[in-house]
């Protein structure tokens, strides 16, 4: 592993609240554990990042959310302050930035991506689900920025 990846994760464990305040009761053995923890949790979620075939990350006014199959870890916060997924990112899975997108009704009604990836035979109507190239496709039209893109590259 990277130490700047690690790096990265073991200050963002030390940074949160929680761990901050243990520290400052000297209950640092405990604030230490969980920060062990916790950056062991995160290396976890970056390994399903690089290895699951529809893993991405979404950015929206809604905040950021590391889609990993079953999995969703999220925050409010863009990625710029979301750093587990910002490395995601860096280390090549598939970034959809919907902040450019204008039209909430047609993001709205648009699939979702399979958890699995399982192509759904039927994909319309409630629950419906599409391969992630093909909800890259569908977002892109909407005016969404796309990075590490997944689908072949075509010569023109």
């Known amino acids: 592993m990277q130490t700047g990846v690690l ?6 464990a030390a940074s949160w609240w929680r761990h901050r305040v243990l520290r ?3 209950q ?3 604030a230490r554990r969980l920060e062990r923890q916790t950056v062991l949790r995160d ?3 970056l390994k399903q990042a690089a290895s699951l075939p529809n893993a991405h ?8 959310f590391l889609h990993l199959g079953w999995t969703t870890v999220s925050t409010f916060a863009p990625i710029e302050r979301f750093p587990l997924a910002a490395l995601a990112v860096a280390r090549g899975t598939p970034f959809i930035d919907l902040r450019p997108v204008t039209d909430g009704i047609a993001f709205a009604n648009l699939p979702r991506v399979t958890r699995d990836g399982s192509v759904d035979p039927d994909p319309c109507g409630p629950g419906r689900a599409v391969s992630l190239t093909t909800y890259i496709d569908m977002v892109e039209q909407l005016g969404a920025r796309i990075v590490n893109d997944p689908r072949p590259r075509q010569s023109t």
């Open 7 to 12: 790096r990265v994760l073991r200050a963002t």
């Open 24 to 26: 400052r009761t000297g």
């Open 28 to 30: 640092t053995a405990l």
């Open 43 to 45: 290396l976890g979620y």
């Open 57 to 64: 990350v979404i950015c929206g006014e809604g905040g950021t």
